[in-house]
């Protein structure tokens, strides 16, 4: 394929969620928790769940990532939204279906689905 | 292409390459496709990440979680705690000498905070070897910004304005450069891209070929569009296998994509290129024996003028610059000359590539704003000298430069200021040596190196660095005579004087300075017969302190020679005629018995 100058830039949109990714710069940035606990009460499915919707909507601008035990182990699975320029909303008792809904309402709609939120925002680190 | 939620950017540069990343790369397939995660989780292969002291190295993206000194057994560990429980490993972090704690991300660790890149913008976070990834971070966008929008004319203002000059050593404006190469006549013109990197302990030009080929073709095309060629050629060593193997490859992606060859990106602009190998000869470095070389005859240099632009390959105009000059070229045409001008010193802008290697800590690629101190880049970056041990000097621009002493090293890194302190910034050798290293020696083993390389044409370059080698062997041996230093003094400026091109006028520049900052060492192997630094076989002894020896026979085992003797529990002794002065008797006496002097 020979390119015309406008090329570039659908290639540049096409490599996005890898550009993205590298930078660590998304729009949001879904994090499951994936301690011990959290994989004990099924948080891989949340995990495949939340990139499975990605994938369908066919967006690049998410950043999904895994990080450890969030401290509440009794409400697990969990994961944490973050709208860039906004605090973290934290979920609680994940299955797949509120999972939908919050890539839906939230990632997608930007607003925060109140009923399955725990809090706004983050503790403290001294 | 699946979402990925993780890439792991896995160093290969040559460096890591030797430390088997590849082996560390296939473990992690391995690992990964075990844990079905091969849908989530992309591997990449990377350019030189830089910290080449403390490979293999993999960054894992989104967080940028730093993994260092990886073996494969570390792999199985890795991949199920982090890549799939989330909970980053922080033995396999990297931990700064004489701290406790790990630093969990590349962008905290001090070899990374004070660069600032943009030669190397891409290193470790594309992969070479894919076209698409390249473009993605603005890859071509210089290109099709030159050739939709700019005059050949606006490119070269665009280049003088940004304050570019040649990185291979010189210093020349590139954008005057391109100018008069542009205003000879015919329409035959060439450009070529200097990757014939020879100076000891330099890689830079290496590890920017390797980690990003592209901007060197995007440079050379806008180059070849500004000057007016219509063919460049790549003159490569042929000992970087896989810097040509990468460059090969991006060729080939270029003109699948129709940037390289005819009617690029739908305009009238054509342009070819070719690879040439060299054959690993120093002085093919130098321009005009480039060029012969190019041409298939004995690299030897050309009689200036006619300079290459007037008459260059096969007589016509030709450009040359460096990989690195050309790799900065995409970036000032797509951010601006006033962007790239507002980075650096009033003579001396943009950033320079440095090959840190030697007695410092974190040994590997930085790139650093010009002004910087040697000392920031040394002890900042660098992390500072090995075992505690003290600064001696700094040699720069390899053995074409000089060593500049600790007194001198608060001066800023620019063209003009390392060629005050008697050095060159030259192509970025950067070699960093401690209080154990004999300057004397060093002098030696940097003439040693011209002297070989010297191709013959001219006489004080050939002969003469000879008769300096011998001078400074027999001042390492103990037979040097007063008059030696003057003899040297007198050698240098003839030999600086006397030759055609860059290595002979050069070649003396470790003698002059080592002479200028560290003659008191000369004067010591002269005068009192003693190396300073304990360095200089003929010249040290080694001794069994009697009082400190318990007769443990460890270097009388050890001794390859059978130098030492000794009855167990008893006071050894060394036979100095059979002594060949290795030292393991010293590294390996655990009471510190040996001495040297």
């Given at each position: 394929?020979?390119?015309?100058?406008?090329?570039?830039?659908?290639?540049?949109?096409?490599?996005?969620?890898?550009?993205?990714?590298?930078?660590?710069?998304?729009?949001?940035?879904?994090?499951?928790?994936?301690?011990?606990?959290?994989?004990?009460?099924?948080?891989?499915?949340?995990?495949?769940?939340?990139?499975?919707?990605?994938?369908?909507?066919?967006?690049?601008?998410?950043?999904?990532?895994?990080?450890?035990?969030?401290?509440?182990?009794?409400?697990?699975?969990?994961?944490?939204?973050?709208?860039?320029?906004?605090?973290?909303?934290?979920?609680?008792?994940?299955?797949?279906?509120?999972?939908?809904?919050?890539?839906?309402?939230?990632?997608?709609?930007?607003?925060?689905?109140?009923?399955?939120?725990?809090?706004?925002?983050?503790?403290?680190?001294? | 292409?699946?979402?990925?939620?993780?890439?792991?950017?896995?160093?290969?540069?040559?460096?890591?390459?030797?430390?088997?990343?590849?082996?560390?790369?296939?473990?992690?397939?391995?690992?990964?496709?075990?844990?079905?995660?091969?849908?989530?989780?992309?591997?990449?292969?990377?350019?030189?990440?830089?910290?080449?002291?403390?490979?293999?190295?993999?960054?894992?993206?989104?967080?940028?979680?730093?993994?260092?000194?990886?073996?494969?057994?570390?792999?199985?560990?890795?991949?199920?705690?982090?890549?799939?429980?989330?909970?980053?490993?922080?033995?396999?972090?990297?931990?700064?000498?004489?701290?406790?704690?790990?630093?969990?991300?590349?962008?905290?660790?001090?070899?990374?905070?004070?660069?600032?890149?943009?030669?190397?913008?891409?290193?470790?976070?594309?992969?070479?070897?894919?076209?698409?990834?390249?473009?993605?971070?603005?890859?071509?966008?210089?290109?099709?910004?030159?050739?939709?929008?700019?005059?050949?004319?606006?490119?070269?203002?665009?280049?003088?304005?940004?304050?570019?000059?040649?990185?291979?050593?010189?210093?020349?404006?590139?954008?005057?450069?391109?100018?008069?190469?542009?205003?000879?006549?015919?329409?035959?013109?060439?450009?070529?891209?200097?990757?014939?990197?020879?100076?000891?302990?330099?890689?830079?030009?290496?590890?920017?070929?390797?980690?990003?080929?592209?901007?060197?073709?995007?440079?050379?095309?806008?180059?070849?569009?500004?000057?007016?060629?219509?063919?460049?050629?790549?003159?490569?060593?042929?000992?970087?296998?896989?810097?040509?193997?990468?460059?090969?490859?991006?060729?080939?992606?270029?003109?699948?994509?129709?940037?390289?060859?005819?009617?690029?990106?739908?305009?009238?602009?054509?342009?070819?290129?070719?690879?040439?190998?060299?054959?690993?000869?120093?002085?093919?470095?130098?321009?005009?024996?480039?060029?012969?070389?190019?041409?298939?005859?004995?690299?030897?240099?050309?009689?200036?003028?006619?300079?290459?632009?007037?008459?260059?390959?096969?007589?016509?105009?030709?450009?040359?610059?460096?990989?690195?000059?050309?790799?900065?070229?995409?970036?000032?045409?797509n951010y601006g000359a006033n962007w790239y001008a507002s980075i650096g010193t009033e003579t001396s802008k943009g950033t320079k590539v440095f090959s840190l290697v030697g007695k410092v800590n974190n040994t590997g690629l930085v790139e650093v704003p010009m002004g910087i101190t040697l000392r920031e880049i040394i002890f900042d970056i660098g992390g500072g000298i090995q075992g505690g041990k003290k600064f001696k000097a700094v040699q720069t621009g390899g053995p074409s430069g000089g060593c500049i002493p600790e007194s001198m090293l608060d001066i800023p890194v620019d063209f003009e200021s390392l060629t005050k302190a008697g050095s060159i910034m030259g192509s970025g050798g950067m070699i960093v040596m401690d209080e154990d290293t004999c300057m004397v020696e060093v002098a030696r083993y940097f003439i040693a190196f011209t002297q070989d390389e010297s191709c013959g044409k001219c006489t004080f370059c050939r002969i003469g660095t000879k008769r300096m080698l011998e001078i400074l062997e027999r001042i390492t041996q103990g037979?040097?005579?007063?008059?030696?230093?003057?003899?040297?003094?007198?050698?240098?400026?003839?030999?600086?004087?006397?030759?055609?091109?860059?290595?002979?006028?050069?070649?003396?520049?470790?003698?002059?300075?080592?002479?200028?900052?560290?003659?008191?060492?000369?004067?010591?192997?002269?005068?009192?017969?003693?190396?300073?630094?304990?360095?200089?076989?003929?010249?040290?002894?080694?001794?069994?302190?009697?009082?400190?020896?318990?007769?443990?026979?460890?270097?009388?085992?050890?001794?390859?020679?059978?130098?030492?003797?000794?009855?167990?529990?008893?006071?050894?002794?060394?036979?100095?005629?059979?002594?060949?002065?290795?030292?393991?008797?010293?590294?390996?006496?655990?009471?510190?018995?040996?001495?040297?002097?």
């Amino acid at each position: 394929m020979k390119l015309k100058p406008e090329d570039l830039d659908k290639i540049s949109e096409k490599m996005k969620a890898t550009t993205m990714l590298r930078e660590g710069a998304g729009r949001v940035k879904i994090t499951v928790h994936m301690g011990t606990c959290g994989i004990a009460s099924g948080a891989r499915k949340i995990l495949s769940a939340f990139i499975r919707h990605i994938e369908k909507a066919d967006v690049k601008d998410i950043i999904i990532t895994t990080s450890g035990c969030a401290g509440l182990c009794s409400r697990e699975p969990m994961a944490t939204v973050e709208l860039k320029g906004e605090p973290p909303v934290k979920y609680v008792d994940l299955t797949e279906e509120k999972v939908a809904q919050i890539f839906n309402e939230h990632v997608m709609g930007e607003n925060i689905v109140t009923d399955y939120a725990l809090a706004v925002g983050s503790e403290r680190i001294s | 292409m699946p979402h990925y939620r993780m890439n792991l950017m896995v160093c290969t540069g040559t460096g890591c390459v030797s430390n088997g990343a590849f082996r560390i790369k296939e473990a992690l397939e391995r690992e990964i496709q075990k844990h079905n995660l091969e849908d989530e989780i992309q591997i990449v292969t990377t350019g030189c990440n830089g910290f080449c002291a403390n490979g293999p190295i993999v960054v894992v993206h989104p967080d940028g979680i730093f993994y260092q000194m990886l073996t494969e057994k570390d792999i199985p560990f890795l991949v199920e705690e982090h890549f799939l429980k989330g909970r980053p490993v922080a033995k396999l972090m990297y931990t700064p000498p004489e701290k406790k704690s790990p630093v969990p991300h590349m962008h905290d660790i001090g070899f990374f905070k004070k660069q600032r890149l943009i030669a190397l913008a891409n290193r470790g976070i594309i992969d070479p070897e894919v076209i698409d990834e390249y473009i993605a971070r603005d890859g071509y966008k210089g290109l099709a910004k030159a050739l939709t929008t700019m005059t050949p004319e606006l490119i070269i203002e665009e280049i003088k304005k940004s304050g570019l000059r040649g990185r291979g050593g010189a210093g020349f404006p590139t954008g005057l450069k391109w100018e008069i190469c542009r205003s000879q006549l015919g329409d035959e013109k060439y450009i070529i891209c200097n990757s014939d990197e020879g100076d000891p302990g330099a890689f830079m030009d290496r590890s920017i070929v390797e980690s990003d080929p592209h901007s060197i073709l995007e440079g050379m095309l806008i180059g070849a569009r500004a000057i007016g060629a219509s063919h460049g050629f790549i003159y490569i060593r042929n000992e970087y296998p896989l810097a040509l193997k990468r460059v090969l490859i991006a060729i080939e992606q270029a003109q699948d994509y129709g940037l390289i060859g005819d009617d690029i990106l739908g305009t009238d602009f054509c342009f070819h290129v070719n690879v040439n190998r060299g054959a690993g000869a120093f002085v093919c470095g130098e321009e005009t024996s480039l060029i012969n070389s190019l041409e298939g005859k004995l690299p030897h240099p050309r009689v200036r003028p006619p300079f290459p632009a007037q008459s260059g390959y096969k007589g016509k105009p030709t450009n040359i610059n460096n990989v690195e000059t050309w790799a900065n070229v995409p970036k000032i045409i797509n951010y601006g000359a006033n962007w790239y001008a507002s980075i650096g010193t009033e003579t001396s802008k943009g950033t320079k590539v440095f090959s840190l290697v030697g007695k410092v800590n974190n040994t590997g690629l930085v790139e650093v704003p010009m002004g910087i101190t040697l000392r920031e880049i040394i002890f900042d970056i660098g992390g500072g000298i090995q075992g505690g041990k003290k600064f001696k000097a700094v040699q720069t621009g390899g053995p074409s430069g000089g060593c500049i002493p600790e007194s001198m090293l608060d001066i800023p890194v620019d063209f003009e200021s390392l060629t005050k302190a008697g050095s060159i910034m030259g192509s970025g050798g950067m070699i960093v040596m401690d209080e154990d290293t004999c300057m004397v020696e060093v002098a030696r083993y940097f003439i040693a190196f011209t002297q070989d390389e010297s191709c013959g044409k001219c006489t004080f370059c050939r002969i003469g660095t000879k008769r300096m080698l011998e001078i400074l062997e027999r001042i390492t041996q103990g037979k040097g005579e007063e008059e030696d230093i003057e003899r040297l003094q007198k050698l240098a400026v003839n030999v600086k004087m006397g030759s055609l091109c860059g290595l002979g006028q050069t070649a003396p520049n470790p003698v002059i300075t080592t002479l200028k900052y560290f003659r008191d060492e000369y004067e010591a192997h002269i005068k009192d017969k003693k190396c300073p630094s304990k360095r200089c076989k003929s010249l040290i002894r080694y001794n069994i302190i009697p009082d400190n020896c318990v007769g443990c026979g460890v270097c009388r085992r050890n001794c390859p020679t059978k130098a030492i003797s000794g009855e167990k529990k008893e006071l050894h002794i060394i036979n100095q005629e059979k002594c060949i002065k290795c030292g393991i008797c010293y590294d390996s006496c655990r009471f510190s018995a040996v001495t040297v002097e």
